[in-house]
């Protein structure tokens, strides 16, 4: 079987720790990626890792024909799909970029891919693992989340995530032969431990770990904390922060467990411990050795008081659980952070 993994937008955050925790299990992947939330360096950092060049597509996704050809020179036992914009904020002001770019990409890649498995020319099973989102259970009536929670959506980049699920559940009922992972991240944060890699946020981060780091480094003044009577045990918004390459694994975890077991699924991908905004800033304090001013600002609209998850149903589906503290990941980001002050723009 081959070993080769198509990863649209795998030159981004979480594709490029992905690209490298699966060259580490003995998987070939290749990135397809038009780098619109992404910088080339990365490509140097993931060579300089793993030692080996890096094979990449530089295309949009939603060139249905040319993603067809991608597959059919390629031949991918499986495709991990990362591509599509991210920012919950620009998402209200601009939806139809959303709906374009990430419901238009996966039916684009889904269509690419259904072509190839058709016609014969890229005759593995459609195997697919989908980067879902948290997001998709709205404003959780309790804490932890299970997967079997009611789903919604509080802006079009959730509802983006929410109608790629249902086609993905469509497709499934109409064609069995598809094998799909469906991966709910919790809330994504750390860099690579070499320092090399990390997230980069093109403008001001929307994020709360990145913003914090940006405060630690010098670049911002302090952090606004954004609310702090929430019913939460110190008032300020509570999540479940995963470590990037405890992600990355949980990817080659659905991966394996998708082209041996061939049983479609959808799961959480977090810690099942939910931190405060306070206690970020602390651990990031720690990570740096400096204080990190803050000050309380008001909430911020479309917040949600607590999200974390149940994390138990990965464990049981795939073996996988997250393993890194919120220490570590403070650190690693740190490392990133100060090593890269701007980034991969040098
Ligand atoms: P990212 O922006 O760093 O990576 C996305 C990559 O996709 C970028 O390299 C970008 O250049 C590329 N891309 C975008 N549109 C494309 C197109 N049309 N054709 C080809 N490439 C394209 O984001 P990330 O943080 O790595 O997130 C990856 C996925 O995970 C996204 O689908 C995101 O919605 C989802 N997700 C992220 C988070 C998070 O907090 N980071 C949380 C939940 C879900
Ligand atoms: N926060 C601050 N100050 C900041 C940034 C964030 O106090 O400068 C707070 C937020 O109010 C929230 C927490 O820090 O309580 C985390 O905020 P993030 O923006 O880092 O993360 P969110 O949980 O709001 O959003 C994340 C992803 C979204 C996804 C959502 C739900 O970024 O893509 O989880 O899954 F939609």
């Known amino acids: 079987m081959s070993t080769t993994i198509l990863l649209t937008g795998g030159a981004g955050y979480i594709g490029s720790h992905t690209f490298i925790a699966l060259r580490e299990a003995g998987f070939e992947p290749v990135i397809l990626d038009n780098f619109a939330n992404s910088h080339p360096v990365v490509l140097e950092r993931l060579e300089r890792i793993s030692g080996r060049p890096v094979l990449l597509e530089r295309g949009d996704v939603l060139d249905t024909a040319w993603v067809a050809d991608v597959l059919r020179r390629h031949r991918p036992a499986g495709v991990v799909h990362f591509a599509g914009d991210k920012a919950v904020g620009e998402s209200v002001a601009k939806p139809l970029k959303y709906f374009h770019n990430n419901i238009g990409g996966a039916v684009s ?34 804490v932890p989340i299970l997967e079997s929670f ?24 109409a ?45 911002r003044p302090h ?28 990817h080659v975890a659905a991966l394996q467990a998708l082209l041996s077991k061939g049983e479609s699924f959808t799961v959480n991908l977090g810690t099942g411990r939910g931190v405060s905004v306070l206690e970020v800033i602390r651990a990031v304090e720690r990570a740096c050795g400096k204080t990190i001013p803050h000050v309380f600002a008001p ?19 795939l073996g996988w659980e997250a393993k890194c503290s919120l220490d570590e990941m403070c650190a690693d980001a ?5 090593g890269n002050p701007n980034g991969y723009r040098g």
Not at 112 to 119: K, Q
Not at 153 to 167: F, N
Not at 334 to 338: K, T
């Open 175 to 219: 064609s069995p032969a598809w094998r799909v992972g469906v991966l709910r991240y919790f809330n994504p944060a750390g860099a690579h431990p070499s320092g090399l890699m990390g997230e980069d946020p093109a403008d001001i981060p929307n994020n709360l770990m990145p913003f914090v780091t940006q405060v630690a480094v010098g670049q």
């Open 223 to 250: 952090v606004n904390v954004f609310g702090n009577d929430y019913a939460t045990p110190d008032g300020t918004g509570v999540r479940d922060y995963i470590h990037v390459q405890d992600l990355a694994a949980g």
């Open 334 to 338: 740190w490392r990133w952070q100060s």
């Open 109 to 142: 890649l889904l269509r690419a891919m259904t072509t190839v498995f058709e016609d014969g020319s890229a005759p593995a099973l459609p195997t697919l693992v989908f980067s879902s989102s948290a997001t998709v259970y709205g404003d959780p009536a309790s």
């Open 299 to 317: 909430r911020r609209a479309g917040d949600v008081a607590q999200c974390y998850a149940d994390a138990s149903l990965a464990k049981r589906l």
């Open 150 to 173: 009611p789903l919604s959506h509080t802006s079009p980049y959730g509802h983006s995530k929410l109608v790629i699920e249902e086609m993905l559940a469509s497709l499934r009922r």
